[in-house]
C-alpha cells in the first residue's frame, strides 16, 4: 500500500495514521490572550475523502460541541481511511461569552466568504473557510436552535444535490428539510466551492440534549460510512427513514401572555388541532393556538411567557404525509430509550 502525504494544516504536519490538535491564530483580546481556531485531524493510513465537522459557529450553540466530542472518541474512528477535520468550537468568542454572536455582534454565519483585512466576523469567516472548509470534500455543520426554543433532530439540504441527498438519508435524521441556502452563510460558500455540507439542527441553544447528542453522532457515522470513510462495524443501525420536508411555517401567538403548549417537538399535529393556549396572568382571557397546516412539530418555543407575534410552533409539511406519523412514533420511542453513557461517565 502506498504511504499517503501527510496532511498539512497551518504549522503542523499530521502523518499519516496519527491524530493531531493544530491551533490556527485568530486574534489577540484585548488583555493579550490569544485566541485560536482549534481543529482535530485524524488522518488515516488509507485513501479516502477529507471530511470536516464543525459545531458552535453561533457560540451559544452547544449541543454541537457535544456531538465532536462523543465522536472523536467513537471507535469506528480509529480505523479512518481519508482524513476527519473536526472543529468543535468556531466562534470562540461566543462560546466563552455564551452568546449567539461575536463580541461586534455580528452572525458568523453571515459573513462568509468573509476577508482577511474586514472585520473581527470576517476574518474568522476567511480563516475557516480557507484553511478548513475548501480544503475538504464534505462537511457537515452542527448547530441548534435558539435560546428558549428546541428543535427536533433534522438535517437541512439543498435541493436538487443528488449527492447531498444521498447523504442526507444515510445521515437519517427524523426528518430531512429542504432549505435554501442564504447570503453570507457557510452553506452557500461551501457549495459555491464545490463542498457538499448537510447542516444539523438539534436541540437548544446553552443546553445539552441527550437524543440530539446521539441522533448527531449515530448520524455522522452512518455518513462517513457510506462515504467509505469506516466500516459499518459499531456503526448504529438507522430505525428508519428520513420524513423529506420541502415546506415549513411558524404559529406565532395571537396574543401577549403565559404560554401552556401541549404538543411535543416531533409530534405529527393536523390542521385545527390545538397545540398551546396563551392566558393572561389572572386567568379571564385565554387564546388557542390553532396548526394551519398539517404536518411535523419540529419546532417550538419552550419559554411561557410570550409577545404577540411571537413564533411558537415550527411545522413541516411531509411530502409523504402517510410516512410522518410512523416517524413521530419513532421519535417517540427514541426519547423514551434510557440515555448513552461513555465509560468514565458511569460511577
Known sequence: ???????????????????????????????????????????????????????????????????????LRAAPVARLSGTLVAVPIVNTFGFINRSRYLPDRRDLNRSFPGSPQGSL????????????????????????????????????????NARLRALGAAFAAPVTMMSKTREGSLRLVAENAGVDLLLYEAGEGLRFDEHAARAGVAGILRVMERLGMISGRGVPRARGNSVICERSSWVRASSGGLLRTLKRRGDYVEAGQVLGVVSDPFGEREAEVIADVTGILVGRSDLPVVNEGDALFHIAEPLEPEKAEAAAERFDADLEAPPLFDEDEII
Open 1 to 71: 500500500m502506498t504511504m499517503r502525504d501527510p496532511f498539512i494544516l497551518g504549522d503542523q504536519s499530521v502523518a499519516p495514521g496519527t491524530r493531531q490538535t493544530v491551533e490556527l491564530p485568530v486574534s489577540v483580546l484585548s488583555d493579550h490572550t490569544p485566541v485560536t481556531l482549534s481543529a482535530h485531524v485524524i488522518h488515516g493510513k488509507r485513501p479516502g475523502p477529507v471530511m470536516f465537522v464543525s459545531a458552535a459557529i453561533h457560540g451559544d450553540e452547544v449541543i454541537g460541541v457535544e456531538v465532536v466530542r462523543r465522536l
Open 121 to 160: 466576523a470576517a476574518r474568522l469567516a476567511h480563516l475557516f473557510l480557507t484553511e478548513i472548509v475548501t480544503r475538504c470534500d464534505v462537511g457537515i455543520d452542527l448547530h441548534s436552535a435558539a435560546v428558549g426554543r428546541t428543535n427536533l433532530p433534522q438535517i437541512r439540504l439543498t435541493a436538487g
